[in-house]
């Protein structure tokens, strides 16, 4: 089989990674990959967003199965494009994958089939309607630029003047781009937050292993967001009376919600929940897998993904190939300098042989490129610094002494992944 992944990091990263081991895979293309994906797949360069340059690809190259990593290529309609060519790919259409690309479709999809949501305050397609609306809702507030925003799109603002400034600098001065003509405003809702991503051939489903992840850049969850810092799954984050109460409130209404409103959806679904006091809520749908959450998932496989993933393209989904390590993994993204504002690239990275040679690690790339032989940052996120253990600790352990071991100029990261993983009532990360 030949496979092609689109995408260019750590979670294509892991994807590849895990395609590699498959017994079935010839050859593996990643477009457009990085430094660290040349090693085990052929990149080919290109613009996951261009629709129709993938069509041409996927004309030259002529993979037998298409896994798709960014939402972009999805919202864009990559899909769609493939089905009409009959050619195998994993993702939903691009009508379904609007449960990511639109906040408010996928808020009326939630009220439609009554699963636990944070409820809505209303949607306002102007700057004036949305500051009128700050005066009946409550502190905290949520507010939710409608269209894709790279991960920036959602803030809660903790009085009237944050929101404003958000509002301001989303519909006024179009900072995100036109994701942020519309804003919905909702509740804030407290707990700790979980991950669950499902994979579906549109009529069977199974959940992978549930994760955790940690968007704020710092310590302590400090500083501003980024697209994650680092995540970390174990079993004891979703015990059995829990993962029954989501199964039954919210992934079998979503799943029939989705059949009866005529959306066939194929595919990984990313269900982000807040586990309140009063049950888990919805925070949000992806289309797709996380990242950095697919590293510690794909770090814990222990099946044939390149199999499953055929099956599904067949729409032959078996639950039961889907084998998992036991006890737990971790994944700590080391950053640039400066990320998520501003940061400089071009820095040699060094160390990545003596990470490596501990058992149980893998470094997933993200942000390099080879130059020369010689391998640079060239994004914000560098490296996702991934490991397995019995326990959660000896995950972490692991990893930060790879972690350690890695040095480029400006380089930073987080020291506590997974900390609150070990207590069972934390905050929510
Ligand atoms: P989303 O892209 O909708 O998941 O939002 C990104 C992050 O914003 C989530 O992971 C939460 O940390 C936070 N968030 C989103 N909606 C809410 C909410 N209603 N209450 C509290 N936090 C939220």
Redesign the pocket.
Known sequence: MNILVLGGGGREHALVWKLKESAGVQALYCAPGNGGIAADAQCISTDPGDVPGLVALAERFHPDLTVVGPELPLVNGVVDAFEQHRWPIIGPTQRAAQLEGS?VFAKQFLQRHNIPT?RMYGVYDSPGAAYGALRQVNWPV?I?ADGLCAGK??F?ALNPDAASDFIQRVMEKNELGPGGKRVLL????EGD?LSLILLTDGERYVSLVPTRDH?RVFDNNQGPNTGGMGAYSSDDLLPDDLRQRIHTTIIEPTMKGLAADGIPYQGFLYV?L?LTSSGPQV??FNCRLGDPETQAIAARMDFDLAEVLSDVAAGKLRPEKLKWKSGASACVVLASGGYPGKFESGKEIRGLDDAEKIPGVKVLHAGTKRVHHQLVTSGGRVLGVTSTGASLDAALQKAYQAAALIHFDGMHYRRDIGRHGRRTSAAGD
């Open positions: 906040k944070a949520v939710k799109g959602v809660v909702e509740e804030a809702l937050e968007k982000g807040m925070l949000e």
